[in-house]
């Protein structure tokens, strides 16, 4: 096998867009912290640069590890449901897995001390997180969806964290979006992978007590973030044009619901909360201006 097919088959394994797109989640909430606080990043260009470097790569090695560790935990369930991922499929053994997870949390430690302690504390916090959900709260009811959800909003106070303790108070309502429609995905998620988890013995929500109960609390958090969504504008902290912008992201958000709730189509549902994510993002950098 040739070095530049292993690197690509490494990537795939880290799940390399997902961990990319978080990168640039906090690499954007850099820009966002600094349009709130009113902090030129022109001055020291090269001390910026160098420091969002060093915040994307954080991001997305810390990700791709925890998305590694994640899949060699869950190796017997992903023969079931997803057979071609790396692992599974043989094209990665498992003491290797391993080894390139330990060297890319290790980096990501390394790196997240390098920028600010705040960012250390987060970073560090977040890799306990990410561990301790892989092996054990991923298994647990709900407590594994609460986990990647604060995951998710994290990110954003990861980026706002270049800033030191004020960054990430200015974009607390971020994560306070990103949260609850984070958590609602998850729950999708789970429904969706019913069989395999039963399989390997995990006791999720949708487990426990059902589709019908799961798609109602998911739709709960759904609802949940789109009644938090407008808390950026209220608090000052965005222009109306966020409120403008965000509209296609709520539209977005109640057709999610709407597909979970009454098609029972989860996987488009979770689809759609991902998108809606999205647009809501677009929402808040747009609400800056």
């Known amino acids: 096998m040739?070095?530049?097919?292993?690197?690509?088959?490494?990537?795939?394994?880290?799940?390399?867009?997902?961990?990319a797109m978080a990168g640039f989640s906090s690499v954007v909430a850099?820009?966002?912290?600094?349009?709130?606080?009113?902090?030129?990043?022109?001055?020291t260009w090269?001390?910026?640069?160098?420091?969002?470097?060093?915040?994307?790569?954080?991001?997305?090695?810390?990700?791709?590890?925890?998305?590694?560790?994640?899949?060699?935990?869950?190796?017997?369930?992903?023969?079931?449901?997803?057979?071609?991922?790396?692992l599974p499929s043989g094209r990665i053994?498992?003491?290797?897995?391993?080894?390139?997870?330990?060297?890319?949390?290790?980096?990501?430690?390394?790196?997240?001390?390098?920028?600010?302690p705040v960012s250390g504390i987060i970073g560090f916090i977040n890799i306990f997180i990410l561990i301790w959900y892989a092996k054990t709260l991923k298994r647990t009811i709900l407590?594994?969806?609460l986990s990647i959800a604060y995951l998710t909003g994290s990110t954003f106070l990861f980026g706002a964290s270049f800033f030191g303790p004020d960054g990430v108070i200015v974009l607390l309502p971020l994560f306070l979006l990103a949260f609850p429609a984070t958590a609602a995905r998850e729950i999708v998620k789970d429904i969706e992978d019913i069989k395999g988890?039963?399989?390997?013995?995990?006791?999720?929500?949708?487990?426990?007590?059902?589709?019908?109960?799961?798609?109602?609390?998911?739709?709960?958090?759904?609802?949940?973030?789109?009644?938090?969504?407008?808390?950026?504008?209220?608090?000052?902290?965005l222009t109306v044009h966020y409120l403008y912008a965000l509209v296609f992201g709520i539209l977005c958000f109640i057709f999610a619901i709407y597909v979970l709730a009454a098609k029972r189509d989860y996987a488009e549902s979770s689809k759609f909360f991902k998108i809606a994510m999205f647009l809501a993002l677009a929402a808040f950098l747009i609400g800056l201006f």
């Open 93 to 116: 053994g498992l003491k290797e897995a391993v080894y390139l997870t330990f060297i890319c949390f290790s980096a990501a430690l390394l790196i997240s001390f390098l920028i600010n």
């Open 2 to 19: 040739t070095l530049i097919r292993k690197i690509l088959i490494y990537l795939e394994f880290m799940r390399y867009k997902n961990a």
């Open 30 to 43: 850099v820009f966002a912290a600094a349009s709130i606080l009113e902090y030129s990043m022109e001055g």
């Open 143 to 145: 407590l594994g969806n």
């Open 197 to 237: 988890d039963s399989e390997d013995g995990a006791i999720t929500f949708p487990i426990r007590f059902g589709e019908k109960a799961s798609a109602a609390l998911a739709s709960g958090f759904g609802f949940s973030a789109v009644l938090l969504s407008p808390l950026p504008y209220f608090m000052g902290i």
């Open 46 to 86: 090269l001390y910026n640069l160098l420091h969002l470097c060093y915040i994307f790569l954080m991001v997305f090695l810390a990700t791709g590890a925890g998305n590694m560790l994640n899949d060699y935990y869950d190796i017997d369930i992903d023969r079931v449901n997803k057979p071609n991922r790396p």
